[in-house]
């Protein structure tokens, strides 16, 4: 969340950056064009901003702070769902939040490596914040016996990238419309079976039949 976000002026200057950023790139995007699409003066950018990189980053944190609001730690109190339910609304969670501001999430996917060594860096070390959340997940789930023991950092690097790898289908070549309840089930059918422990398994099967039986009781 960006300090000031209420002023109007901000927010269009922020909306045309991300629009620029997602569409154009970083190199071809430019101060003038974003304040220019903005509708708003040079020196309004100035006021909040100390370049076109500063802005950039400025997105990144916002993103990474928005998207770690939506990481709930996992309780293990009794009484409280089962830790692959509260793993299954984190990820509605996230899923919710990048599909519902496409030209950012499109900044994040889509920048090449025609970006600069600074800008590139910036999104490299935005990735690595995001593995570092995956990762403590499965040290947790490991501690408590739910996942089985592995490279916990290749592992998360590989849960990232699937899910990095859906989103951005979803967002440049959408089928039809998003399904967010039915690609967290997809996502998670296909990343827990790679790290759960044998034993705990029988939960997933049991998320199995439930589906099926809802979707026959919904024919």
């Known amino acids: 969340m960006f300090d000031g976000e209420r002023d109007g002026r901000l927010q269009r200057l922020v909306n045309s950056a991300k629009r620029s950023f997602a569409t154009r790139g970083f190199h ?16 309004t950018f100035y006021l909040h901003f100390d370049n076109k990189l500063h802005l950039f980053q400025s997105l990144l944190d916002s993103s990474l702070q928005n998207l770690t609001d939506q990481i709930k730690p996992i309780s293990l109190e009794p009484g409280d769902p089962h830790p692959l339910e509260q793993i299954s609304d984190n990820l509605t969670r996230v899923l919710d939040l990048v599909l519902a501001d496409r030209d950012l999430s499109a900044i994040l996917l889509n920048q090449t490596s025609s970006m600069s060594e600074v800008v590139e860096s910036r999104l ?30 290749l592992v998360a690097y590989s849960l990232m990238g699937s899910v ?56």
């Open 28 to 43: 071809a995007t430019s101060v003038s064009l974003i304040v220019q699409e903005a509708g708003i003066a040079r020196g």
């Open 124 to 153: 490299y070390d935005f990735y690595q914040q995001v593995a570092d959340m995956i990762e403590s997940s499965l040290v947790l789930g490991i501690s408590v016996d739910l996942v089985r023991p592995c490279d916990t950092r």
């Open 164 to 219: 990095k790898e859906v989103v951005q289908q979803m967002i440049i070549a959408p089928r039809e419309e998003a399904n967010v309840e039915e690609t967290v089930q997809e996502l998670l059918a296909f990343g827990l079976r790679a790290v759960l422990k044998e034993g705990q398994m029988s939960f997933l099967h049991e998320r199995d039949r439930s589906r099926t039986a809802g979707v026959k009781a919904g024919r």
